[in-house]
């Protein structure tokens, strides 16, 4: 096939880290625009890749026929207008995780998706993480017998990420831990169970405790940072839920801050005959019982890059015409759900869905 052209929107650390040099390395595809408000972001991105535009005009961009697709790495605000927008304009489009900030703006950039026939995939990259995709398999053969119960961790000691700044604040986020580490843990979850596990209802609490007292926090590391102690935290730094499915509940507890010293970054899959507890972005540990022993088995397993699976898959579905597992149609299920959750967590009620 011919080399697709790719314009990269936000040239933030995911932009940088993962989303150009997984266009570079697919060999499949080529970046002729790099486009970001502060142009010398812009700029520094495209001298370091050899990329041949930096420019902060998204528009001129957009209304170039030579660009077939789009990677929006913008703030979280900005996901759905921008995709909304290269989707009208006859551009394919791999959106960076949220979504967007609600399932009511999500369903309008799957609207755009389909009004103009165009693929539109979502950054769940754990889709493409060689791990889960193991633990999706073991669940499909029966391994665990009836799963009944998935829980998962996505919990720090003091972390939050740019204290006052977009991060947390929600006109610009949408929210915090929740929708900045959970949507990783819920949607690989989804993921992993699959058609037989559809949300049905949704209880949920969130608390914004810790990053509250903004000069009295003391942090142990702050990425996005330094804290603007003048800035707004509106959003939870701790959540916590049950969701009932048509198979198994699944309860979790996130916190990008905690008076805990320890980080707990986990999912566990319970299941009649087994049971695997995944380390988040690591290995896992599958557990059984048989002829009255119990087994421990530590999976060991050649890993692929999963931001270059990722990106590799979205250019190769764009030219079969075939969506793929990250695409807008198969994970609107976990942007449903972080919604309900933080419904729930406003009304002090569970959420039917």
Known sequence: MKKLKIAIIGCGQIARTQHVPGYVNSGLAEIKYVVDAETERAASLAA???????????????????????????????????????????KHVLCEKPAAMSYTEAM?????????????????????NTAVNKIKALIEEGELGNLYHVYCSFRSHRSIPGLGGPFTTKAHSGGGVLIDWGVHFLDLIFYALGENAKAMAVSG???????????????????????????????????????RTSGPTISMNGAWAQNIGERAMFVEFLGSKGGIKLQYGGDFTLYTSKNGMLYETAATFEKENMFEAEIKSFLESIASGKKNRANIDHTLVT???MDAIYESAAQGKEVVL
């Open 48 to 90: 370091d890749f050899d990329i041949p535009h930096a420019t902060s005009d998204l528009a001129a961009v957009l209304a170039d026929p030579e660009i077939d697709a789009v990677s929006v790495c913008t703030p979280n605000a900005s996901h759905a207008p921008v995709s909304i927008a290269a989707l009208n304009a006859g």
């Open 205 to 243: 609490a969130a608390y914004g405790e810790l990053g509250r007292r903004m000069k009295d926090y003391v942090y142990t590391s702050m990425w996005a940072g330094p804290p603007i102690l003048d800035g707004i935290f509106d959003v939870e730094d701790f959540v916590t839920g049950l969701i």
């Open 108 to 128: 309008g950039m799957k609207e755009a998706a389909d009004r103009n026939n165009r693929m539109l995939n979502i950054g769940v990259v754990n889709r493409f």
């Open 335 to 337: 942007t449903q759900v």
